[in-house]
């Protein structure tokens, strides 16, 4: 059941518009979608050039709350789940199959984004408690629990809301689960600090900064008869045996590491010698990172918080846009330091206000970056709000004091056009035409044969022996029409598709 998205119909994705920044603006990339239709389908219909292509997958599902009036859309065959469609979904009490519909519509989703990253891949989830068991559940499930990254806590408030009544907590964070399509492959990024260079205050010969401590012990325990194996002499620059004696007083100390603790650090270039009034000196030398960072923590307090996003939408699109629940583009932007590289794609199956795209066209502008951006977006207000908002953020907005510059870029805007692979007897029957119409769609873009099929593979089961299942250079299709028909009819059916 939870398999459905094995029978999602494809459906050819249509162009409808292409929106690019005008002149004098920042280079920003154009190649970006924005797409208008359930992201189960959408999804599917992505051409296959996207499969295991995409870097970094940041959504924002409905959270189940109960008072969101997601509805349940999902028409799968299975008599329980055709109850369930077009329903809203209740609240806890009221609507007892209310997690088991959330489940439902999440996992066919969440297999498909899997199917969509690359190896070195991550997906970042938003979600507050009510679902954060369940989700984590269901990735362990498609990512695999080896491929658990964190379970990042974001501050999205810092005061309680006026209507708290007796309330004994207020929650101030929401959760964004993380994983790696691959665990052993995915190389997140650390946090920027170049602060921490100052902890390296010395300059090397070469210019490379660098903290050093001396080898000889000093402190406690710090003589010969202590450790008489850390007794021994270093080779000085100049060729002469170096002990461990006091400088001054004489007597025979000992060093602070044994022989063959200093033979690996001399083999990694960290003991650097000092020459001072009582002669040659040896420290162990530490080289400051070539790009000063530390690890994320995994509680984010400064990304950003809802009431700013909210703020930011109401100057992007003014007051009446009606759009309640959009993320900050801090929070984002720091999803994709983490996750994206200056050329990744980058994925938002739940678009809601476009938050995503204009977070990867702000970072591109201040790395001068080349990602690009899938959304994918529901609702009506796909066009009057996610792509509004994106178009804004491209060509700037406010004025006089508060003007914002635009980032530049572009993206195309697309919506669904006919419906292929349907189940009904007639499709059916029509199912080797429409297979060979998706795939010469996607031929004809210039796409890869055998990457195509394969994408197609969970729509047309090889049980069900299409023609296009057929081994690429094989003979007649299996229901005995000849390939050059078969292409033929394709071509026809594609133009009246693209007519
Ligand atoms: C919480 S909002 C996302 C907000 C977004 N992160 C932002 O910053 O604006 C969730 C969005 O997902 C959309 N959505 C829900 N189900 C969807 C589906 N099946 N396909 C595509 N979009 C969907 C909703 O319409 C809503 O706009």
């Known amino acids: 059941m939870v398999n459905h998205h094995h029978d999602v119909p494809f459906r050819v994705l249509k162009k409808v518009s292409t929106f690019t920044a005008p002149g004098g603006l920042h280079a920003n990339t154009t190649d970006n979608r924005i797409i208008h239709g359930d992201n189960l389908e959408a999804l599917k219909s992505l051409p296959p050039e996207f499969e295991g292509q995409v870097k970094c997958i940041y959504i924002d599902p409905p959270y189940n709350k109960g008072n969101e009036g997601w509805v349940y859309n999902d028409a799968v065959n299975d008599p329980k789940m055709k109850r369930w469609l077009g329903q809203v979904v209740g609240k806890e009490g009221e609507d007892l199959s209310r997690h088991d519909k959330w489940l439902c519509m999440m996992y066919p989703r969440l297999k498909l984004l899997h199917r969509l990253l690359s190896d070195d891949g991550a997906i970042f989830i938003s979600i507050d408690d009510n679902e954060v068991h369940n989700l984590r559940a269901v990735l362990n499930e498609i990512f695999g629990p080896g491929n658990f990254v964190v379970n990042m806590i974001w501050q999205k408030m810092d005061s309680p809301s006026s209507n708290f009544g007796e309330r004994a907590f207020s929650n101030y964070h929401d959760h964004t689960l993380v994983f790696a399509k691959k665990l052993s492959a995915c190389r997140l990024k650390q946090l920027p600090k170049p602060e921490i260079l100052k902890d390296y205050p010395e300059v090397a010969e070469d210019g490379r900064r660098c903290r050093t401590r001396q080898l000889r012990k000093n402190g406690k325990e710090a003589r010969r008869e202590d450790r008489e194996t850390m007794w021994y002499p270093m080779e000085a620059p100049d060729g002469s045996e170096i002990w461990p004696r006091h400088p001054e007083e004489g007597w025979d100390g000992r060093w602070a590491i044994g022989k063959k603790a200093y033979e690996k650090l001399k083999n990694a270039d960290k003991v650097v010698w000092k020459m001072r009034d009582h002669g040659w000196v ?201 390939r050059k028909l078969q292409r033929k009819a394709a071509a026809s059916m594609l133009r009246s598709v693209a007519s």
């Open 282 to 482: 040896p420290y162990q030398v530490e080289w400051a990172p070539n790009e000063p960072a530390i690890p994320n923590p995994s509680i984010l307090t400064d990304a950003g918080q809802n009431r700013q996003a909210k703020a930011l939408l109401n100057d992007m699109l003014g007051t009446d846009h009606g759009f309640d629940t959009p993320k900050p583009v801090g929070l984002i932007e720091r999803i994709l330091r983490i996750a994206s590289d200056p050329d990744s794609i980058v994925v938002d199956s739940f678009a809601g206000s476009g938050t995503t795209g204009h977070a990867v066209l702000k970072l591109n502008a201040e790395d001068r970056g080349r990602r690009r951006f899938i959304l994918i977006e529901t609702e009506d207000y796909a066009e009057s709000i996610t792509a509004k908002r994106v178009r804004t953020a491209i060509t700037g907005y406010g004025s006089g004091e508060g003007i914002v510059d635009g980032l530049g870029g572009g993206f195309d805007y697309y919506s669904f056009g006919v419906e292929v692979g349907r189940q009904s007897p007639q499709a059916k029957r029509a199912r080797p035409f429409t297979t060979a119409v998706c795939s010469h769609a996607l031929v004809n873009q210039g796409l890869n044969r055998d990457a195509t099929l394969n994408w197609l593979r969970p729509v047309h089961r090889p049980s069900q022996g299409f023609c296009d299942r057929q081994r690429p250079g094989a003979g007649a299709p299996h229901h005995g029409m000849p």
